[in-house]
């Protein structure tokens, strides 16, 4: 936005120092974007090609390290970025951007175990509509775990 300013500021006729202090720039940022304007046109605006290090983990690898995070670890309820980071042979900080830029939070995610009861359907139905369409006078009760406990390996699910 500000270089879009310094340029319709020279437009309308602003000196060098006037366009610096009316876009709240330097001199030397309002000379850059003029000459970038008069050598280039619009596209001299745009960003230039960054120097430095280029991202290493982008396209596959970073969807590789998104399905492995989506896959639980043996053990633990989800992953930490240093356990990931060493499955997937990353550093610690690049598990944290790939999560960061794709907004994973796992510690907010939770997780459900399916039954194998071959009877899961008929109680879960049952239940459910004790709760939608209750007998006359009936009280219907939840009972869960506590959020405190927290089961690693739940191997059965009990439905009444």
Known sequence: M???SIVLALADGLNIKRAARSCGCNIDTVRLWRDRWVREGLEGLTDAPGRGRKPEFVGEREAGIIAATLESPDDETHWSTRRLAKKVKASKSTVQRIWKRNRLQLRLQKTFKY????QLVEKVVDIVGLYLNPPEKALVL??????QIQALNRTNLFFP
């Open 2 to 4: 500000q270089r879009i």
């Open 115 to 118: 039954s194998n009861d071959h």
């Open 142 to 147: 939840s009972i869960d775990e506590k959020s």
